[in-house]
């Protein structure tokens, strides 16, 4: 007998714009149960390979099948260090739900069918953190006496510095910015990836031993050099891509046009969605378009909106992509739920300036049409602007999402660091070790922008070739 | 992060101008002269970006200056000796390139003043010739006055109502030195109608001039693209590729403008935190 698949309950689209709450509630038990009893317990499994980390899936399913939701947790954790993380963010219908046998062969994206692998995996990993049942416990050890530098507090360099710390490896993380946890701070709003989550790993790293120094800039503040000879073993960069990318057209610098790390760095990190109560200002317009089709736009839209809410105001959203729906990169949930929530959407339109009024505020945007062409190295089908096919669209605020790339300040006070022509760092794929020797790097700064889960997966590479080479010591 | 000592500088006609103190060994031990630090002065406060006005990397301290005029520089202001900064980070942008031009030119209006002297310094240190030119509106609001004539070969002063100095604009006095001699560089720092005034005059006399840009800011490290100016049709960050920029080729309108872009939650904010305004 077929089973139904068993969503995750949602807070209402009418109550939940209101406010930077959670939108998915996680499962109940019932659900969870109910949800892994679909699994078909594959004699070869496809879902891990799906994985970038390789979770044994079967297995910590099959452990929620018998109710034994600790052993599911650590089975999990033997991979993956942020559960309760990636269970929210992981973009799983590209991945492990792509990959699962229900999954309908060749679609680009999980069939609707495909186990909710990462509803299982929240729900393991909010129980493992509810009833705390990985306590941190510092070790010393012969690695006590080493000690390694984390340039980063992402994703990578928390996992990274997680891994090191475990064996025993005394750990500083340095972080530029005033709070720790990078692109899952100042980029995912709470109201997908809560604080109480991210600040429970943290402290969790924090009783491990972690070291978390803040306000510093290393490039700037300090060099690599400079850590070296205060005796750091082992470097490793978990530096991020967070520079914005613009479109590069005319008229893009007008007031209320934001790169969308700026306009999220101002709402998450910043609490200016709470202003004057925090003192960062944001603007917010009338309508409003967003331009891209990637997680950070439907991020940047979602955010708009409860800004619009918050303020009284009509909700006019609207994101302008210049391909269709079915290629657009965001997560299709976050697609489902920016429409849930009224954000509308203007498919194959390809910006080609921006007009403001006299005191220098956006006003429109003028476009051109485009067709889908023939598929371009991203496998997506290309967007062909159709010539004589100008409009315009009027919009008193935009954020351009179109992008993030390398973060450059350490790269360009590091003349020995070698990068390729994109600005990212160029590593041995097998020990992420960079161009100087024992200094490591991995997360976006290596592959450009990607997800989470694929920057732990680096970061773990790394900490093990800096463990490896402390052996050799 | 803690504020070792703080003295007002300045204080009539409705203008504060502090100068503060803070401790930080690495940042005293790292600035150059044109780098600045972001401040944050508590946790619900903003990030703003500030000059790096002076450094003693012996004792670990490096100073600030700064008008009171927003929310943040009120609360910055009402802080005393012994606080502490709630986030401090830096020293952040480049340095202003330093070496022998010759005979250079420093402009400084209002609290730009503050962000000339050790620019002054160290150029006076590559073995410059330097005339600085300073300007307010009167002679109460004039700062760093010996320091700077301690530093420059020659030193104009100029007030809008002649109570000290001459009556008059930096850039009248700017526009005299270069009709009468020839110079090799200018650096300007103040507000942005007189850098625009300046770079006009020095580009009719084909003078290179360097200002330092005070856009708005959030992260300072390159992240966020909210400090975005046009140079030479460029667009460029002004945290991380500034914070100086050749002034012939910025687009000063577009700078003026998107410096406006909150001056109504500004308004409001001030507003709303009114026991601030009078400290």
């Known amino acids: 007998m077929k089973k139904i698949p068993i969503k995750a309950q949602e807070v209402s689209p009418a109550a939940r714009v209101g406010n930077f709450q959670e939108v998915v509630t996680a499962y109940s038990e019932e659900e969870a149960l109910s949800e892994a009893s679909r699994c078909l317990q594959c004699k070869e499994p496809l879902c891990i390979g799906g994985c970038p980390v390789g979770i044994d899936i079967k297995k910590f399913i099959y452990h929620i099948t018998q109710k034994d939701y600790a052993s599911a947790y650590f089975k999990i954790k033997e991979k993956n260090n942020f559960p309760s993380i990636c269970g929210r963010v992981c973009p799983a219908e590209y991945q492990c739900r792509k990959a699962c046998v229900l999954t309908k062969r060749g679609s680009s994206f999980a069939s609707e069918q495909a186990i909710n692998i990462h509803f299982l995996e929240r729900f393991a990993g909010d129980y493992g953190k509810n009833n705390d049942l990985d306590t941190p416990v510092k070790k010393e050890n012969q690695l006590s006496k080493f000690k390694v530098a984390v340039v980063g507090s992402g994703p990578a360099g928390l996992c990274c510095a997680g891994e090191l710390a475990r064996k025993g490896i005394k750990v500083d993380i340095f972080e530029s910015l005033h709070k720790t946890g990078g692109v899952l701070r100042y980029g995912i709003p709470p109201f997908r990836l809560p604080w109480d989550i991210l600040d429970f790993e943290i402290d969790y790293l924090n009783k491990l031993g972690v070291n978390f120094i803040t306000n510093f800039i290393v490039g700037k503040t300090n060099s690599i050099k400079e850590l070296f000879e205060q005796g750091y073993a082992s470097i490793f960069l978990g530096l991020g891509a967070g520079v914005p990318s613009f479109l590069g057209i005319k008229g893009e610098n007008l007031c209320n046009i934001y790169s969308v790390n700026e306009f999220l760095t101002r709402v998450n990190l910043m609490s200016a969605y709470k202003f004057p109560e925090f003192h960062t200002p944001v603007n917010i317009g009338r309508k409003v378009l967003i331009v891209g089709g990637g997680n950070t736009a439907m991020d940047a839209a979602r955010v708009a909106l409860r800004l619009q809410k918050i303020k009284g105001m009509a909700l006019d959203v609207t994101v302008v992509y210049r391909r269709t729906e079915a290629e657009m990169p965001a997560r299709r949930l976050e697609i489902e739920h920016a429409k849930e929530e009224g954000v509308k959407f203007e498919f194959l339109v390809q910006p080609k300036e921006f007009s403001g009024d006299d005191q220098g505020l956006v006003r429109k945007l003028i476009c051109l049409r485009s067709r889908l062409g023939e598929p371009d190295s991203s496998g997506r089908r290309r967007p062909i602007t159709i010539e004589a096919s100008e409009f315009e669209v009027d919009c008193d605020l935009c954020v351009i999402a179109v992008g993030l790339k390398a973060n450059q300040v350490l790269i360009n006070a590091t003349a020995e660091l070698e990068i390729n022509k994109d600005s990212d760092i160029i590593v041995d794929p097998a020990s992420m070790e960079t161009s100087i020797k024992g200094v490591y790097a991995g997360g976006d700064i290596v592959g450009g922008e990607g997800t989470i889960i694929e920057a732990m997966g680096m970061a773990k590479r790394a900490a093990h070739s800096i463990i490896d080479s402390f052996g050799q010591a | ?279």
């Open chain 2, 1 to 279: 992060m803690k504020i070792i000592s703080k003295e007002i500088i300045a204080n009539a006609a409705g203008v504060k101008i502090v100068k503060m103190s803070l401790l930080s060994p690495e940042i005293s031990r790292k600035a150059f002269p044109g780098q600045f630090v972001v401040v944050m002065v508590n946790e619900k406060g903003e990030r703003i970006p500030l000059t790096i006005v002076d450094t003693d990397s012996a004792a670990g301290i490096f100073s600030i200056i700064f008008q009171e005029a927003g929310l943040t520089t009120k609360v910055l202001g009402a802080l005393n000796v012994g606080d502490r900064l709630y986030a401090l980070v830096g020293p952040l942008g480049h340095a202003t390139e330093i070496k022998n031009y010759g005979k250079v030119i420093l402009v400084g209006g209002g609290v730009g003043i503050a962000e000339i002297l050790p620019v002054a310094r160290a150029l006076k240190q590559a073995g410059n010739y330097l005339v600085s030119i300073l300007g307010v509106k009167n002679k109460d609001l004039l700062i760093l006055e010996s320091e700077l004539k301690n530093t420059s070969d020659q030193l104009y002063i100029m007030t809008d109502d002649g109570s000290a100095g001459r009556k008059g604009f930096t850039t009248d006095m700017l526009r005299e030195l270069l009709s009468k001699d020839k110079y090799d560089l200018i650096y300007s720092v103040g507000p942005i109608p007189m850098m625009k005034m300046a770079v006009r005059i020095s580009k009719e006399y084909q003078v290179k001039t360097w200002v330092s840009l005070n856009a708005l800011m959030v992260d300072a490290t390159g992240m966020c693209g909210c400090c975005r100016v046009t140079v030479y049709g460029q667009v460029k960050f002004s945290c991380v590729d500034g914070p100086d920029f050749d002034g012939q080729g910025v687009d000063w309108e577009e700078l003026e403008k998107r410096n406006k872009a909150y001056s109504a939650q500004e308004k409001h904010i001030c507003h709303h935190f009114p026991a601030t305004e009078t400290q």
